[in-house]
């Protein structure tokens, strides 16, 4: 069966006897591969890069806990280079749980996320987590707010490191394009007690 271009609103591909225009085929290729790659002005997403290593991130929580006791997952982020980061804290531990951004695993099996999801406009700059040259920024996370850890067993933490947009030097402006990037964070275990 071959493929042709018709002209409809929405450029659909119909099932037809004729040939398909090489042209139409070259440009629906180059197009997907620019929304792939997050070339087109906000559409996809830009590519996501690993942080410099004067950015590091390390994670902590107690390694047993009561029935009922709060699982506090402790981030700390150090800034080791010579200018100011800023961090968009969205879809991060850093603004609470309103998504799904830490890896969780009780007895090796999945833990849901179950708090909030949020949609938004475009970041403001009260959105970012300023950390100067030479600083550390901990941060405390109850797990309890977007993972139900509260059945007995053996868990596995790992916030995922993924930060919507990074910026070193210059306040962010708004209307730019952003640029994601990955925090390497280390797996915490912990025990919680029958």
Known sequence: MRWSVVSAPCGRLSPTGAHVRRSAVRHALATAALLVSGV?????????????E???CSASMPARLRPGQAA???????????????????????????????????DEK??????AMAKRMPPSLSEYLLLPAGKTYRFRAPLQGGYDVTDAGSYRVQWRGDVLDVVFGARPQSGRELSPATLNCNPVTFIRAR
């Open 40 to 52: 087109l002005p906000g559409i996809g997403g830009a590519a996501t890069v690993s942080m410099p």
């Open 54 to 56: 004067s950015l590091s």
């Open 72 to 106: 506090m997952l402790t981030l700390t982020l150090r800034n080791g280079g010579r200018q100011t980061a800023y961090l968009l804290r969205r879809n991060t531990p850093f603004e609470g749980w309103l998504a799904d951004s830490v890896t969780v695993e009780r």
């Open 110 to 115: 999945p833990v849901s996320y179950i708090g």
